[in-house]
Structures are given as C-alpha cells and as structure tokens.
C-alpha cells in the first residue's frame, strides 16, 4: 500500500456524514466570471472567459454570473460584456441561468438587446461604499434601482437579484449597523427583487454577525429563502460563516471557482470563498449541490493556467497538485 | 475619508458578536514550532525557534508545544531539541507551559534530564499510519506508550496529552470508523494520558464528521474537556470545523502561527489551522483567549522572513501586508 502523491482521500471525495439542522439542497450561485474577473489585473480574453462559463456549466453548476453591463470606464475588465453574451446563447438556451449585473436603465437597456432575462443591482448598506462604489448615497441609488427593476419585471425577468455590499463592515466606516443592512435590503425587495445576496464584501466577518444579520432581517419578515450570502476569505472566515448561514435556513449561497476575485498573495487579498472549499463542506455533509468537484477543480486549475498564477483555493490544490 | 490600505477595519480586530452555544473562553494550545517546523525543508537555527517561540508567548500564547525528542534519524528538522529545550528555561519559569513530543522512554528520558515535565506521546487511529510513522500495528505503539506515561506521571508529569491521528481519513485506508478512534483515544486514557488531542492530519474532514467524533466520545463516557481538536486546513475546512467543535463543547483548539506546518504552494499542502484565522474567529465571538492578534501577527510575518516565503494565514496576509 502506497498513499496518493496529494495525501487526499483515494476517490478524491470527503466521506459523507450528515449533521442535524442543515438543509438538504445548496443552490451555489457562481461569481467567478463576474465578480472574481473583475478583479483581475489582465484583461481576459473573450473566447477564455466563455469558454471558463461553459465549463462551469458542463461541471453542474446551473447559475453563472456572467458579466456586468457596466460603463466599460468603471470596470474595464468587463467592457466585452457586448462580445461575451452571445457566445452563451446555446448555454442559455439549455437551461442554465446566466444572469448579469445592470448598474443602471442604460446597462438594463442593453442587457436586454442581447436577450438577458435575469438580472442584478448591486447596493450598498453603507454611505460611505454607495458614495465611492456609485458617487450617490444609499438613498440616490435604491432610486436610481427602481425603474431598473421596474423595467425588468416588465420586460419579462422573473428574478431580479440584489446585491447588499458591505453587510458586516466597511473600510470606511468600520463596523455596519445591522438595521442599516436590513433597511436596504427590505427596500430592495419592496422594490421588485426576488432576492437579496448579503455581501461581506472586506471579508471580516465571524459567525456570530452572520447570525445575529440573518435573525434580524428574520424579525423584519424575510424568509431565508429569499437570502443568499456573499462571503469573501480575506479572514479566512468564509466557510465557517457559511456553515452559520445554512444552520440558519439560507440556501442560497455564493462562492466563486478557484477563489477568484482577488490577488491571494497581495495586499487586499479580498478573494471570494471558493467554490471547491464550499463543495467540499457540502459534499461532506451530505447537501445535494448537482455540481461535480473533480471536474471543477480542473476547470480551475485550467483557468489558473489562463491567469497565470496558482489557485488560492486550497481544495484545488489539494486536488490538483497545483 | 480613506480606507485603510488593506481594506480592513480601523483597529485590525473584528467585530464581537457573540453567538449562543459556545464556551466563553478557549485554550489555544499552540503547535508551530513543533508540528509546524517539523516539516520544513530548511532547518531553522537554534536561535530563530528560540525567540519565535519567546514571541509567541510574548502575545499571550500560554501553552506552546516546544520540540519533539524523537530520534533525529526521523525528524532532523527537530535534531536540536537538545539545545532549544534549556533556552526556554526563564519561559517555563515564568509559567508559560512548554509540552514536548516523546516517543519512547529513550526520548521521554533526554527531555525528563533536562527539566521538561509536561509531555505528549503520538498514536495513530490507523493501522497503516501507525505503520508507516511508528513501525508499529496501533496495539504494539499503544504498549510502547504506556511505559512512557506512567514514567512520565511519577516523574512529576501533571499533564501528558495524546494525539490520535488520522482521526477522519487516512491515505492509504480513505475514511476511519468512528469507533476506532474512540478504542485508541479511550485507551490513551486508560493508560494515563490527561488530555486527547483528535488529529485531521490530512485535514479532509467536514463538521457532520466531527460532530459524529464528538459525540461517540460522549457516548464512550469522555467528556469534552478531555479533548481537543487538531485540524489541517488541507481542503480550507479547518476553521468551519473547530467551530462544530466549539459547539460540541471543546474548548481547546490546537493551531499554529501563521498556518505553519505545509508548503502552502506545493502538493500536499498540508498547513495547520492557522492560529491567527482562529483568533479572528474567536475574538468575533467574543470568545476569550488571552492572545494579542496583532503581536501574533507580526510574530508569523516575522517567521515567515526567516523562512523565506509568504505565511499561509489569510488573516496574517489580510494584517501584515503580505
């Protein structure tokens, strides 16, 4: 008997055991196309990141965050949005949800030219990120979001998602008062989202914020199958966090392939929790997620490849050598 | 307003909410200078363990595991336990708890000659690791122990602690019954050991795994003060782990500094729970630990120099710039 080079389990899987209070189904909403390419320093190549969403989908994943119609000036990285949503029409035409982000009516308007049908608006809970984010304040850009939303709904979405950045903290401000984050959020839903994804957007938070936000907005009548959470690993914090949100009846949760969405190895390392670490856990515990670890990994490591630099989730290079 | 350049809080530390369930303080019982030198390539000076180990008391850090007296035939990393074990003499005089690693009589006599009284003996739950790492079936290396223990206990030992290794997942076997661990930890007990230490040593395990642990251990009459936990943040699931532990009742968590104890960019990375993810965590909590984030930190960025690469910490990374 010999062990594996990686030192891992022989199938490449966690051993599943189930724990009390945990749902039976995660829906992982992927961010790595979006949120974790416009973070990168070097423009990715159209035919890259179509091919990186394909993949995705072909390892199970069934909603992809494709790319933001925001002014190319503001996020550079995303400026072929125009390019890259045709090339996903067969994906979107098989099934899989590929919604984009809209900023605004005009990013809305072509978003729509292009056949999109599910959409995000992304908020801020603090003045302070909705001042340097969108140069409004929170109010200005809840009503700058209204008739994107409006129009949507009317143009025939049947989910509009919105963003709540900096829910547990803010580089700025410090700590977020949770009745912020809850009064932004309800705002958002009264205003026509079917959905509101709760961002740590600096990666600080610890469990016992999670809970206490999600019992709050709880108290303010939204069921946590309406909330999905956002956790970014600066702290390291992302799993653990997670594991919070499911126990309390969050379903939903965001997470990014590979840990994209920040330069692990550099100040500001703000990377999103990776999808393979949250596989991990949810595999282990038994949570159905349609998704299939080993071929994500590659897709991964793959798109490592493409960037150039190693993956900083540790579950890809535990399973990929990288 | 600007943030500050890291995008962190103000103060470095986070938020404390605290969260129902768990204890009020926790022990870290700090393995860096032995479980996580061991298995760096370079040697690191007398001196260089000397002072890391005098900086990580210097935070708060109360018990440190200080070498291990196994054969340096096996571990050369760890050859000069001889002469790091008296330059802490004034640390241990002034209280702070130093345990050593003894495999055999021989080596629990060279650490007795030298004034050590607080020890740890190193079982497998598995055959195959027990094999591989002792030369030894898990009955043969548990007879090995027992002389070791009780020696140690009329030399004055207060405390002996046992590791278990292999607990959830074994390289060349692939998953561990439960019950097994539980026969090799009750047995350890048996023979005197104080306190058990559950080792992830290939760190594949999620929580419903270590819940079903915890609670076999219940049901076998041994408390949870009597355990701690020993995760690897192999699969990124070390800290989500240690707190299904917390809520278990387990209020001593081993951890490193600045996740020693791995390359974090080659196959089998292999680090331990970095202390400093676990104290953000912690101290989020609320929980108390006596440990000063700030001055551990820097403590790892200052190590992670004399080693010559980047700490796998993302809380160091996130606090030191790195």
């Keep these: 008997m010999t062990p594996r080079e990686s030192g891992g389990p022989p199938d490449g899987l966690p051993v599943r055991v189930a724990m009390d209070g945990l749902p039976a189904r995660v829906r992982i909403y992927e961010v790595g196309p979006r949120d974790g390419l416009q973070n990168e320093a070097a423009a990715v190549p159209v035919r890259v990141k179509a091919e990186f969403i394909r993949r995705l989908a072909g390892a199970g994943l069934t909603t992809v965050e494709a790319t933001s119609f925001v002014h190319p000036r503001w996020v550079p990285q995303l400026a072929d949005a125009e390019q890259l949503y045709p090339e996903l029409a067969p994906l979107a035409a098989s099934g899989v949800r590929l919604p984009v982000l809209v900023p605004n009516e005009r990013g809305l308007d072509r978003a ?176 159905e997620t349609g998704v299939e670890l080993s071929a994500l990994a590659a897709t991964s490591r793959w798109m490592a490849g493409q960037l150039g630099r190693p993956s900083p989730s540790r579950t890809v290079r535990a399973l990929t050598g990288d």
Tied chains: 1, 2.
Excluded: K
Excluded at 146 to 173: H, K, L, N, Q
Excluded at 230 to 256: E, I, K, M, P
């Design 112 to 287: 729509l030219a292009l056949g999109a049908r599910e959409f995000a608006v992304f908020a801020s809970a603090t003045e302070s990120f909705a001042r340097a984010n969108l140069n409004r304040t929170v109010a200005q850009s809840l009503a700058m979001f209204a008739p994107v939303i409006r129009t949507a709904a009317e143009a025939g979405a049947t989910r509009v998602r919105g963003y709540v950045s900096m829910c547990f903290g803010d580089p700025w401000e410090g700590p977020v008062a949770t009745a912020d984050v809850v009064r932004v959020g309800v705002r958002l839903l009264e205003l026509g989202c079917t959905e509101l994804s709760l961002g740590d957007t600096i990666g600080v938070a610890t469990p016992g914020q999670v809970a206490a936000l999600l019992d709050a907005f709880g108290r303010a009548g939204v069921a946590p199958g309406r909330l999905a959470v956002h956790f970014h690993d600066t702290y390291g914090q992302a799993l653990a966090n997670t594991l919070t949100a499911l126990r309390h009846g969050v379903t939903t949760v965001d997470a990014s392939a590979g840990g994209l969405g920040g330069c692990p190895f550099a100040r500001s390392a703000t990377g999103n929790l990776a999808t393979e670490d949250l596989l991990w856990m949810l595999h282990g515990l038994g949570i």
